[in-house]
């Protein structure tokens, strides 16, 4: 699960800054190109050591947009 900021516009027209939450499912989104991706990642035995963490984030970034 990630968890990210968001902007919304309420009813009155105000924005309101709060976080969005996004579940990344292996059956789920396994036809999402950005998600398979961070998928095939997280499924390495170093997936989020720290020498992947540039990668990590670059897709972990793709898959949220």
């Known amino acids: 699960m990630a968890q990210f900021p968001s ?3 309420n009813g009155r027209g105000a924005k309101v800054h709060g976080f ?3 579940v990344l499912c292996a059956t789920c989104d396994q ?3 950005a998600a398979a ?3 095939a990642l997280l499924t390495e ?3 989020t050591s720290p020498g992947n963490m540039q990668v990590f ?3 972990a970034v793709a ?3």
């Open 37 to 39: 991706e961070l998928l």
């Open 57 to 59: 984030g670059e897709l």
């Open 63 to 65: 898959w949220v947009e």
């Open 31 to 33: 036809d999402s190109p």
């Open 20 to 22: 969005k939450e996004a």
């Open 45 to 47: 035995n170093d997936g």
């Open 7 to 9: 902007t919304i516009e």
